[in-house]
């Protein structure tokens, strides 16, 4: 089979590696890809967001199964455009990915479905919305732009004044562009974060192994949000029972209910959870698999990945039984010094003795048989082991042997999980 994967970060790395596993898997292709990728696949310089030129590469080069692992081709209809061509893809259509393109959308399915998240108003205009926050007594209040901003569109405002400043630089600065024309503003919950990724075609939904994303760029969960720092699986949290709890109140009826308005989900459905002292709640949902989230559930996948893929797309989910092992994994990710904020790129990167784990690439380019950095998240070093702390033990004997000027990781990768068991 000649297949194509959209996208170029470590989630799609973890992606091509596992499709690797299949014997039926011909030539791939990764578009854009990056440094890493291109010793699993051939990397195309076209850009996840270029969806005509998207379709027309695999129309050209007879792609028979392709990938569309990145929010934005998603939310853009990537999806629509390759099936009307006769391209069979994992990933779902324009349609169903306005869960995660649009909060509002998202929080009014929950609502109309009862399915239990935040409780939350919508704004589309900003007086109104500051006239809310002014009116306000309980803080912190959460601010949410409506569309997709790279990860950013949340800010949890703990006074008054943050609010205002928040709703101020989303709705009039436009600090998302158009993703701020209207706006979310729910309570603020407390509780551990899960992320489940979970297969469906839009009957059978099959929750993967449970992870823990670290979103906060320094140690001890301090600093500015970042698109995660490191993952951990299975989060230690997620007990058997809160997954019957959430596969009936919250997975179940999210997928019936993208059914009842005409948009059924096939693809993986990323649900983002909180356990509160009142149960699980979704705070977020996404149209795709999590990164890092994936550079951690995917090693510990038994099941192939390529079959699930077309099982999947075929609507033949039901017939499949997929496993995971009972291993832990963990991936400490290496971003550039800076990141979030501004930082340098084209530092070379030296690789040591990385045996004891696998190095996806997410920030990285190739030139002349050496890799520098590319990117703000530049690896995700992961590795999986017979328990939690062995896992992290072998992810950072990899790490410490990988070496690029101002490289910058959390120490801390695991640590909440291990005082957790
Ligand atoms: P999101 O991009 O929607 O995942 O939000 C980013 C982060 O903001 C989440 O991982 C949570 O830590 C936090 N967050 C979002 N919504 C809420 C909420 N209602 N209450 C508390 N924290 C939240
Ligand atoms: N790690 C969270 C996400 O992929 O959105």
Redesign the pocket.
């Known amino acids: 089979m000649r297949i194509m994967v959209v996208g170029g970060g470590g989630r799609e790395h973890a992606i091509i590696k596992k499709l690797r596993e299949n014997p039926k898997a011909g030539k791939i292709y990764a578009l854009p890809g990056n440094g890493g990728i291109a010793s699993d696949a051939e990397c195309v310089a076209i850009g996840a967001t270029e969806i005509e030129k998207i379709r027309d590469f695999a129309v050209n080069n007879e792609i028979d199964f392709a990938v569309v692992a990145p929010d934005d081709p998603l939310v853009l209809g990537c999806v629509d455009l390759l099936e009307a061509a006769g391209v069979p893809c994992f990933g779902p259509n324009k349609a169903a990915a306005i869960i995660e393109g649009s909060k509002v959308f998202s929080k009014n399915l929950m609502k109309k479905y009862g399915i239990p998240t935040?409780d939350y108003n919508v704004f589309e205009s900003a007086g109104e919305a500051l006239k809310f926050a002014e009116d306000s007594v309980s803080f912190p209040m959460?601010v949410?732009a409506d569309g997709l901003a790279l990860?950013k569109?949340?800010i949890?405002a703990e006074t008054k004044s943050e609010a205002l400043d928040a709703i101020r630089s989303i709705m009039l600065d436009k600090a998302f562009g158009e993703s701020g024309s209207r706006i979310v503003i729910?309570?603020?919950?407390?509780g551990p974060?899960v992320s489940v990724l979970a297969f469906t075609d839009g009957n059978t939904v099959v929750p993967m192994v449970s992870a823990m994303d670290h979103?906060r760029a320094l140690d001890g969960d301090r600093g500015l949000?970042t698109g995660g720092m490191g993952t951990i699986a299975p989060n230690p949290y997620y007990t058997d029972e809160i997954n019957r709890r959430c596969m009936e109140e919250i997975f179940v009826p999210t997928i019936k209910a993208m059914n009842a308005e005409g948009r059924s989900f096939r693809g993986c459905l990323f649900f983002?959870l909180?356990l509160t002292p009142m149960g699980p709640r979704v705070?977020?949902y996404n149209c795709r698999f999590g990164d890092p989230e994936t550079q951690v559930v995917l090693p510990l996948l038994k099941t192939d990945l390529l079959d699930i893929f077309i099982a999947v797309r075929n609507g033949k989910l039901g017939d499949m039984e997929i496993e995971f092992s009972s291993e832990s994994a963990c991936c400490v990710v290496m971003a550039s010094g800076g990141y979030p904020q501004s930082y340098a790129k084209g530092k070379e990167i030296t690789f040591g003795d990385t045996k004891g784990a696998t190095v996806y690439h997410a920030g990285t380019r190739l030139e002349n048989g050496k890799i520098y950095t590319n990117g703000g998240r530049v690896l995700g070093v992961t590795a999986t082991g017979g328990t939690l702390s062995n896992a992290i033990e072998k992810a950072y004997d990899a790490v410490r042997t990988i070496s690029f000027e101002g490289a910058h990781y959390r120490r801390d990768i695991g640590k909440r999980a291990l005082e957790a068991k």
């Open positions: 935040a959460v949410k990860g569109g949340v949890i729910e309570e603020f919950l407390t974060e979103k949000n983002g909180m705070i977020e």
